[in-house]
């Protein structure tokens, strides 16, 4: 598939990085020659100097034998343009990021459509959701919805004393528990398991299950589930506003910033919300404001040491949920090496997002776990597919890759060795980052 992103900022970059992984024609534009040279002596990703906005520009990257165009530029209106252009000049796909939320709305959707803008990508909403989707199940460090909401995916971090620890995978009575051990993270490396690995303290573990096995998984790892109606955000960012404009009546939230301005201005926009002027990284301040007393305290600042410390420093306090916006993937095994409730990348989220779009319109959902090194992804199975050649056990299926679930006729099902896939299930898949491409050839 030949891709053009426009944009060499991080997200740019990331994507680039990942694709090109995935084995696609990725060209990333950019005017900033600077950037494009570190991403050229880095990465294997071709770069071209040049505006999104120039019609000559697309032209001489041949964009109307491109079949998806990414613009991912710090300029939401320069996104829109540039897909505009991209698609009267014949590109197939084109996905634009976006800075405000009144462009998810159906009736602007529609508009922006018939522009030639067919998808639109907002990372702070994605946050948001996030961060609504940790809060409302506290004792998972992930929760990940497929299938219309039918399958699960919940990572867990798993404790001393978890009656899970030190178990061999194999050993686990697989009649009684209504789930899959699908992926591991041992410090920081992610595997996708077999029955002869362990599962040890510290380690998060990724469970599918169909609806309604949630709890066992819960009880399994030794997790209480507890009920966040209180909580702290730290830095009134984009992605702290978008959250608390979406559950200002759920939860009694404060917002914490060290910009006066800022915070008067946010006052207004969010009446229902106590704010306060003050640098939440300061432990007085945090005192002061009865942290102690919060269910949940949110790090959202742009600064992602200052989000794990002041997240740490909660613990202290022993706030029950911590969330950080952690923007630098070196940081985010830590975070979670720490005791970091949930960590917040937007760069993994919109990756993960686009990756839906990039995919075959046969890969359902995509998303990367939160991980840099993991994929899951939805597939609906052609007549034909090796992989309909036999039970699951047969099939010598690649290394780093699992089946946990597939659905037919509208009924969920959970993997093991003797399933059979046929033509037209749809099959939960999990799988280590880079391969994703070449799995979904046993697909069609």
Known sequence: MRIVIAGAGEV?????????????DVILLDTNQHALDNIDANYN?????????????????GINDTNLFISVTPYESRNLTACCMARQLGVNKTVARIDKFEYLLPANRRIL???????????????????????????????????????LLIGVKVRQGARIVDCQIKDLPVQTHNFHIVAIRHGQETIIPTG???????????????????????????????????????????????????????????I????????????????????????????????ENNIYRYDAFLALTDRSES????????KEFNVARTVAEVENLQFIAQAEKLGIGTTINKKLLASSRIYKILLDADTENAKCLSLADAEVAEMTVKKGAKITHGPVRKLNLPYGMTLGAYTRDGKCELVDGNTEIMPGDRVV????????????KLFT
């Open 12 to 24: 740019g970059t990331y994507l680039a990085k990942m694709l090109s992984h995935e084995e696609q």
């Open 45 to 61: 990703v071709m770069t071209v100097n040049g505006s999104p906005t120039s019609i000559d520009t697309l032209r001489e990257l």
């Open 113 to 151: 459509r018939n522009m030639g803008v067919d998808h639109l990508i907002y990372p702070e909403n994605l946050g948001a959701n996030e961060i609504e989707q940790s809060l409302e199940h506290s004792w998972a460090r992930y929760w990940g919805e497929l299938n219309d909401g039918n399958l």
């Open 196 to 254: 002869s690995d362990f599962i040890r303290a510290d380690d998060i573990v990724y469970f599918i299950t169909t609806q309604g096995h949630e709890n066992e998984i819960r009880d399994l790892c030794g997790k209480i589930d507890r009920n966040i109606k209180s909580l702290i955000i730290m830095g009134a960012t984009d992605m702290a506003l978008r959250f608390a404009l979406m559950n200002h009546d759920n939860y009694d939230i404060k």
């Open 256 to 287: 914490i910033d060290d910009d006066e301005d800022r915070c008067q201005w946010v006052a207004e926009l969010l009446p229902d919300c106590q704010i306060v002027h003050g640098d939440a990284r300061n432990v007085d301040v945090l005192v």
């Open 307 to 314: 989000n794990i410390l002041s997240c740490l420093i909660a």
């Open 429 to 440: 898949v999990f799988c280590l980052s880079g391969s994703l491409n070449k799995i979904e």
